[in-house]
Structure formats: C-alpha cells, structure tokens
C-alpha cells in the first residue's frame, strides 16, 4: 500500500512582509520583515477536508534597534559654587524606540520635574530611529555634599524584554561655604572684649572730665 502524499503550502492573509518561507510535511519556516515597535504575530495551522481541523498560536515581538553608544553628558561646569545651580544634559543614541532617559544623584533617582523636566524626542532619521535627551537642574543646596562633589548618572533604557540599558556617571564638584575657625572666633572674641573694656575707660574718664569741669567754678566762686 502506498502511503498518501500530503502537501504542505504557506498563505500571507495579512500585510506582514514576508522574505522567505519553506515548508516540509512537519513545520514551516516563515521569516518576515516586522513592523517598528511591538506587533502580535499569529500562525494558523488548517488540514483539508474532511476533518478541516484548524489551530492557531500568537506571540508578542517587538521589533528594536539598541544604540550603538553610551548616552552623552555634556554642560557640566568645572565647579559650582555655594548657592548657584547647574543645568546639565543627557542624549542617548539614536535607537528604536527611543530610549527612556533617567537622571540619579548620588545613587538616587530624580522624579521631581521641576529638577529633571520632560524627556524630548528627536524626528526619526533615515532609517527610522530616534534620539532622546533630558536636562538636569542641580542645585547643590539640596544635597548633603560632604565629599565636595555630587554623583550623577544618566541612564538610558529601552523597553525590551530584558530593558536594555545603558549609562553614563560624572562628578559634579562643589565649592565649600567659607567658615571660620575656632582660632579666629576666639581671636575675634578676644578683640570685642578689649575693644568694649577701652571704650568703657574712656567712657569713665569723659565723664569725670565733664564732672570735674562743672564743680570747678564753684570752688572757684
């Protein structure tokens, strides 16, 4: 007895640009050219006749272009003085989609926006990727600077499965407040104290002066 041939054959239903497929009587090999972003892909398996049993299976695929370099730093001064600010800027590379831009001060995230603003988003370029960037408004003030500088990290993340990140930290240096040592409070201390004790003396000997100029007329009388 010969053993029936069966034909396996692949249909495209939808807009999804197929490149190349093959089949066997097992599986098919589809591959396909994804749209940007996340797109569900399903596959449907149907028999002739006459049972036409039909089965069908989807999965999530998100289509993404990492960047090829670190996110970049830049406006960051030499040194910030006590009681000024600084604005600093972070651009990630250009990817798809764009990357998620987060700033960290010392190890901790700021979500504040009036500190970090609003994420801005490149046009896309030839090839349909996209750049993004996000300012830092530091104030010093705010921050315990006992090492004489600040820790900031940028960190730019793509939303794929795993995120994609990647990161970029710098200093931030901060000048000292100008203080004065116990030397010089005890050395000032120690001036007021003369200066006052002079000033009473002369004080004293004003008044016995005008004192003195007064009961001479009558002695005199």
Not at 81 to 106: H, K, M
Not at 198 to 220: A, D, F, G, K, N
Request: include cysteine; hydrophobic fraction near 35%.
């Amino acid at each position: 007895m010969v053993a029936p041939l069966f034909e396996t054959r692949s249909f495209n239903s939808t807009g999804v640009s197929v490149i190349n497929s093959s089949c066997d009587p097992l599986l098919c090999a589809i591959m396909v050219r994804p749209e940007p972003g996340t797109a569900s892909y399903t596959c449907e398996v149907s028999s002739e006749g006459p049972r036409f049993a039909v089965d069908r299976r989807s999965a999530n695929m998100t289509l993404s272009v990492l960047p090829e370099y670190e996110p970049l730093i830049t406006g960051l001064p030499t040194i910030v003085q006590a009681g000024e600010q600084a604005f600093v800027n972070c651009t990630s590379d250009y990817s798809l989609p764009p990357a998620r831009i987060d700033w960290f001060v010392d190890g901790e995230i700021q979500e504040d926006p009036i500190i970090t603003g609003n994420t801005h988003v490149s046009g896309a370029d030839g090839d349909g990727l996209q750049a993004s960037w996000r300012t830092l408004h530091v104030y010093p003030d705010d921050y315990s600077t006992h090492r004489g500088f600040l820790s900031l990290e940028c960190r730019a993340t793509l939303p794929t499965r795993p995120p994609h990140i990647r990161s970029m930290a710098v200093r931030l240096f901060v000048a000292s407040r100008p203080h004065i040592s116990s030397y010089m409070l005890s050395k000032n201390s120690a001036v007021s104290r003369s200066t006052v004790h002079q000033l009473h003396c002369y004080l004293s000997i004003w008044t016995i002066l005008l004192l003195v100029t007064r009961e001479v007329p009558l002695l005199v009388k």
